[in-house]
Nanobody
Framework: QVEFVESGGGLVQPGGSQRLSCAASRSSIDVYAMGWHRQAPGKQRELVATFAKGGVINYGSSVKGRFTISGDNAKKTVYLQMTNLQPDDTAVYSC?????????WGQGTQVTVSS
C-alpha cells in the first residue's frame, strides 16, 4: 500500500505558474517512476509528466516546454513546476508511483486556470 502526500494546486490566472509536489510516504515499494496524469471534465485522462529511474523524463505533448518535472525516486518524491498556465490546463492532477507491476494513485489535486 502507498500513501501520497500531495500539495499545490488551486486557482491561478492565465499565464501564471504553480508548483505541485508529491511524496509517496510510508511506502515500501521500489519505485520505478513517479509523475502526474490529469483529467479534465468530459475528457480522457492524459499524461502530464513522468520521472523514472535514471532520470528518464517524459512529458505529454500539450505541456512540453511549459512544465518541468523533477524528483528523487530514492526519496519517492516528485515535483511539477507549471508555467504559462492556460485555461485548457484546468484539470484534476493525480500523482502516481509505479514499480512496473503495479501503479498506485494519489487522490488528486484540482488546478483551475481562470481569470
Amino acid at each position: 500500500q502507498v500513501e501520497f502526500v500531495e500539495s499545490g494546486g488551486g486557482l491561478v490566472q492565465p499565464g501564471g505558474s504553480q508548483r505541485l509536489s508529491c511524496a509517496a510516504s510510508r511506502s515500501s515499494i521500489d519505485v520505478y517512476a513517479m509523475g502526474w496524469h490529469r483529467q479534465a471534465p468530459g475528457k480522457q485522462r492524459e499524461l502530464v509528466a513522468t520521472f523514472a529511474k535514471g532520470g528518464v523524463i517524459n512529458y505529454g505533448s500539450s505541456v512540453k516546454g511549459r512544465f518541468t518535472i523533477s524528483g528523487d525516486n530514492a526519496k519517492k518524491t516528485v515535483y511539477l513546476q507549471m508555467t504559462n498556465l492556460q485555461p485548457d490546463d484546468t484539470a484534476v492532477y493525480s500523482c502516481y508511483a509505479t514499480n512496473i507491476k503495479t501503479t498506485y494513485w494519489g487522490q488528486g489535486t484540482q488546478v483551475t486556470v481562470s481569470s
